[in-house]
């Protein structure tokens, strides 16, 4: 069965790390980042073999599955027309020193995934990869084996895409834990408890709860 192509909008660290881990389990992947696709070639040819390097319109139009590993101040100059119809996966966190204090990102009203699900009004959102540091998720996976997997957490709000999530991180070498709703995203937040972890199934659903029951309140 041929795997979905993933496309990663993001050359950084974490877009670079994801992009390694997809390759390492067969998937076709590309990288794009704001500017020409030559500018990051080189560094996708030798840190990712096998990816390929685009611009991301072209990435936007060619990818089964886009992931988004920009900062998170920048979502909003991708034009969201262009991902209509594809399953989004969000693996943004927000930091004051790139993405500023001048914008809400999250807030009681709606998490920062409800926000780009907002944006990206005509793509499904599911929120994944964020709360694992990009240094763990290369240095944590285990592919190949199901023994002693760290579990990697999910949020959506449409089954079809969280089961389409889930075998991706299945393959990546982690267990998916599915939260449920987007909106309990907001306990994968930056500054929040389970933000940065890198656990065991038991222990990560018991955080998870913890973390459910205390927003709730």
Do not use: C
Not at 42 to 68: H, N
Not at 181 to 205: C, D, H, M, W, Y
């Amino acid at each position: 069965m041929t795997k979905p192509m993933i496309g990663i909008l993001g050359a950084g660290k974490l877009g670079i790390s994801l992009g390694q881990l997809a390759r390492q389990a067969d998937y076709p992947v590309g990288i794009a980042a704001s500017g020409p696709a030559e500018k990051i070639e080189l560094t996708v040819e030798i840190l990712v073999p096998g990816a390929k390097a685009y611009t991301s319109e072209e990435l936007i139009q060619i990818a089964d599955i886009i992931i988004l590993a920009v900062p998170l101040s920048k979502y909003q100059q991708i034009d969201s027309l262009l991902l209509q119809d594809k399953l989004v996966i969000d693996a943004m966190n927000y930091w004051w020193e790139v993405d500023g204090t001048d914008q809400v990102f999250s807030d009681k009203e709606l998490s920062s995934s409800e926000r780009v699900q907002q944006y990206f009004e005509k793509s499904i959102v599911v929120k994944a990869f964020n709360h694992i540091g990009y240094h763990d998720l290369v240095d944590h996976a285990k592919q190949g084996t199901k023994e002693n997997r760290k579990a990697l957490l999910i949020a959506g709000d449409d089954k079809k895409s969280i089961d389409q999530v889930e075998k991706i991180v299945d393959d990546f070498g982690f267990i998916p834990l599915n939260i449920g709703q987007l909106k309990n995203g907001v306990i994968l937040e930056t500054g929040r408890p389970l933000f940065g972890a890198s656990l065991g199934l038991e222990e990560s659903k018991e955080m998870v709860k913890r973390s459910l029951e205390e927003i709730r309140k």
